[in-house]
């Protein structure tokens, strides 16, 4: 078998997507509870988080990036939850397959998946008790808001969207990281193909590459009408702040709110010693959920 290693770093994907480095340790949520949410062939894995109070409350469906996984990198995604909690805004942050606490294989990591288990998700999310389901918002930072931009713009029920540095475009924006891969993954004849990253190794199925080519989530993206936050960071080498820019013209929201952080990267910050940054990305996100939801 030819050495089937790739050194590759996906477009729309953060070098330092690892819960290792965390530096955000949000206090106790109101109520936080692991769940395993039957899906395809295996449970997704998820954190459930209810807010303090009585009667049914707002939630955000949370989808995490590119190899990361439900806490997200410097657990901003927990830390999120946290925040919109102490606003009464309940949360499910899930692992896609083969990431985080999921006992799936990263060989069945791929488009259908992720969008499969993002609608899962969101049919669980809708169903608890204490969950108000014409209030239910979807979150999704890089590639995770790729898939909840394809989630909203084919599911009516999401009420509001917010994206940070979201790879929101078709698959076909991404060739040129796509093609070179899926065509080493054929040649290698096994099914499969290891990537290096840089900050971890992942095994890829061929069909990762070819479902991820055929992804349609801007096109999806247009018919979503409902209010929309896109965050991005001028110094994001990962995914362009001009990509944020595109998905305000591309939906057919008419409640947009965009805004570019100076000096930001595509994880704003989060890994540095001065995490003001990513504290407003999450104070912006929670305080906007809390007023749309």
Known sequence: MKDARL????????????????????AAAASSEPVAIPGDGYDIA????????????PAVL?????????DEVGG?????????????????????AGMGASEAS???YDWDSM?????????????????????????????????????????????AFASWSGAIYDGDANAMFLEP????????????????????????????????????ALTEFASFDGPLLLLAGSADESVDPAVSENAVTASASTDVTHTVIEGADHIFNVLTEDQAMAEEVVRITADWFAEKL
Do not use: K
């Open 46 to 57: 998820g954190v459930f988080v209810t807010p303090d109070g009585d009667g049914a409350a």
């Open 7 to 26: 050194r590759t770093i996906a477009a729309g994907t953060s070098l330092a997507l690892v819960l290792g480095a965390a530096t955000i340790a949000p």
């Open 62 to 70: 949370m989808l995490h990036g590119y190899a990361s996984s439900a």
């Open 115 to 159: 969008t499969g288990d993002a609608s899962t998700a969101l049919d669980w999310l809708v169903e608890q008790d204490g969950v108000d389901p014409e209030r239910v918002g979807v979150l999704g930072f890089s590639n995770g808001a790729m898939i909840g931009s394809y989630l909203v713009g084919t599911d009516e029920r999401p009420a």
């Open 181 to 216: 891969s899926l065509a080493a993954c054929e040649e290698a004849g096994e099914g499969q193909i290891e990537l290096d990253l840089g900050w971890r190794l992942i095994d890829h199925s061929c069909d990762y590459f070819s479902s991820m080519l055929g992804g349609t």
């Open 76 to 96: 901003m995604y927990a830390w999120a939850a946290e925040a919109l909690a102490e606003r009464g805004v309940g949360s499910l942050r899930i692992d896609f």
């Open 106 to 108: 990263t060989l069945d």
